[in-house]
């Protein structure tokens, strides 16, 4: 089943703005937030319920985007995800900057406040975050879902990796200079005049003229539905882990890093814009030939170096140093980007060939519900259960490694 933008809209141009804009807007504060949450004492018990209560409101904000989605024009549901952002950004600069306002203010990592507060602010900044994330992420994937072709989902997603990788690294860049040496509000004022600028070149565009997506593409899709669904592809199994995954991927890994760059956001934004141009060499090589290669052979190989991935961040912490490091830091950025590209192919394939949009959100569905209930039982233990923040790191990478064994079980067979 091939998919069609909406009418009047101007295809891939009109895609490539929205998510190039974003793409520098989450390199300017929110890849860095779980370092920033953690410098101002919101610790990992904290950061661990804040992705809780993220997961748990973007799950609650699918039943909302499917509404606006099939009543709003796209240019509505645009420009609402880049005010979601800024208002997450927004919540960020007045709980750690704002002198009466802040909830947790202690540098190093160690939370100085009572209980309820670092609850009430693991919250408040879940809410803002699971609301961005639900509708810039839902809106991207269904756009991109709408450019496949019959065999071209490798080539596809690949050509949007890299261009992801621009524009983000540029952000993380900006964003870790801003972030080093006090600016947040020029990090505020750029994403505001950057949001504004872009979505108004986008509402003079033909496109976003009609919803994006049509009553004639099925009902919508519920929790309820996607805490039942099962088929023969695996698809099941696979919900539940992937959303964990990619908060391990993102936030803890990302701290992790800043540990070993001995805490500076100069220095973590520098080693990954190099881990960054040292994969998109190697990716450039992959992407066009993915879709031409043994899918099953490929996906299995793919998930098996994701697994090594994960033993090899078991092995750093604070003290790695050297080429050593370098060479570990490379690796696990090739096999964790390699598998994504595998991965988000058999994804998009299925979905494509499947129920598409509705297949799509049954994902968000189970995996965003799961990532919520983990994270927030992570989270209470962790208040309960005070443990080292760079052991916990580390040894929960160990376990990740196990689970990630579940992937082989996804199949994209009929």
Known sequence: MRLKLPAGNSGPGYFYLFLG???LLIGLLPFFLPVYLWQHGLGLAGLSLMIGFSGLCFTASLALWQTLSRHWKLRHLVTLSFLLELLLLGAVGLLTTVPGA???????????????????AAAVLGLFNGLYNAFFWTTQRTLFLHLLGDND???QYGNFQIFVMVFLKLG???????????????????????????NLHLANKAAGRQPLVKDSDGKPASLLESLTFRDERGSRSTFLIDGVFLYLESHF????????????????GLAVVVLALVFSALFYLIKNRIDQLATEQVYRAAVYLYLGSWLLRFTLNEESAGPSLWVALILITFCSS??????NKRFFDVSRRGSGQHYLLMKSYSSQFWLGGCFCLLGVALLVIPVPHDQLLQYL???AALLSALYLRYSDRS
């Open 21 to 23: 804009a974003h793409s």
């Open 102 to 120: 802040a909830l947790f203010t202690a540098p190093g990592g160690e939370s100085s406040t009572s209980i309820t507060a670092l609850i009430l």
């Open 153 to 155: 989902t490798g080539r």
């Open 172 to 198: 993380i860049l900006l964003g870790g200079l801003l972030l080093e040496t006090g600016g947040f509000v020029w990090l505020l004022a750029l994403s505001a005049g950057t949001s504004l600028i872009v």
């Open 253 to 268: 890994w990302t701290l992790t890093l800043f540990l070993v760059v001995q805490k500076d956001f100069g220095r973590l």
């Open 338 to 343: 390699f598998f994504r590209l595998a991965f």
């Open 397 to 399: 990478y160990l376990p």
